[in-house]
């Protein structure tokens, strides 16, 4: 069983910056099977960052294109904390932030039903 707790949403002006964080816990948990999901009211869950361990190339991390060179995602292994470093807000970034758990840790990254495990989510306002 895998535990995720988000943390670190709220109100921004845009072009500010917020970091969020989500703790996870369970004993076989690794930090690069976490990614960030988002939805926005009215619309479906859209795809954030994700990461993934590749033995030639260390941690790599992949990003939605709508936030690609404004966001960041880190992660601290010994903590199984991962973070969303998000810069540049737009109103359009406004929405619930989840962090989401795959066990599969070769399934489809971008892939909302890949992931098994959900934090119960943070919300993102950014005003104009």
């Known amino acids: 069983q895998v535990q995720l707790v988000e943390s670190g949403g709220g109100l921004v002006q845009a072009g500010g910056s917020l970091r969020l964080s989500c703790a996870a816990s369970g004993r076989t948990v690794s930090t690069h099977n976490l990614g960030w999901f988002r939805q926005a009211p009215g619309k479906e869950r859209e795809f954030v960052a994700a990461?993934?361990?590749?033995?030639?190339?260390?941690?790599?991390?992949y990003y939605g294109d709508s936030v690609k060179g404004r966001f960041t995602m880190s992660s601290d292994n010994a903590k199984k904390t991962v973070y969303l470093q998000m810069n540049r807000l737009k109103p359009e970034d406004t929405a619930v932030y989840y962090c989401a758990y795959r066990k599969d840790a070769w399934s489809s990254l971008d892939a909302e039903r890949q992931y098994d495990y959900w934090g119960q989510g943070t919300q993102v306002t950014v005003s104009s």
């Open positions: 990461m993934r361990w590749i033995s030639q190339s260390g941690i790599n991390t």
